[in-house]
């Protein structure tokens, strides 16, 4: 091998490096009447996030605001339905989970799946996402109903409801 190519060896192998793409990340979450799926996560920088999602919804669920109580679209809704991530279009709750809290954010005893939400420790609180974009949802507290025991409060600007 001559120097000169010893020398070019480096740049050979960042551009061939640079051909292969990496693999998206990929979450396996539950779809009404089809089951389990794999999809692909939602990945955008907060420039992208900005351009798809009003300003409200923006501040909600990608920087964890809260609406405002009584204030949601969905807080008096008492019907059918499957309530999606108004981001990506996850299934989270179902309407037959749905409880009147008198929270002023609709609230929810239990998750359409668990494997389709993501939760971790945000203070003394369980702040609950979406699995797929890790958009913020709201919080769940342990003062719900049977027969689970707790209480997905959920901003109503992060859901989007299917009939």
């Known amino acids: 091998m001559t120097r000169r190519a010893w020398l070019l ?3 050979a192998s960042c551009a061939r490096r640079e051909q292969f793409v990496a693999a998206p990340e990929r979450v396996s979450i539950a779809e009404p009447g089809q089951g389990m799926v794999t999809v692909e996560k939602v990945i955008k920088t907060k420039a992208e996030w900005r351009q798809a999602l009003s300003p409200t919804r923006y501040w909600i669920m990608r920087e964890a605001g ?3 109580p009584f204030s949601g679209e969905y807080n008096q809704y008492d019907g059918p ?3 999606r991530c108004a981001a990506c279009g996850t299934a989270l709750f179902s309407g037959d989970h749905k409880f009147a809290s008198s929270s002023g954010w ?5 998750p359409l799946a668990p494997q389709n939400l993501l939760k971790r420790q945000d203070g003394d609180r369980i702040e609950v996402l979406c699995i797929r974009c890790e958009g913020h949802l709201g919080h769940v507290f342990d003062d719900g109903p049977p027969p689970t025991g707790l209480r997905y409060c959920i901003n ?3 859901l989007n409801l299917t009939k």
């Open 9 to 11: 060896l480096p740049l």
């Open 66 to 68: 809260t609406e405002q």
């Open 81 to 83: 339905g499957v309530f």
């Open 106 to 110: 609709p609230s929810f005893w239990q």
């Open 156 to 158: 109503s600007i992060a």
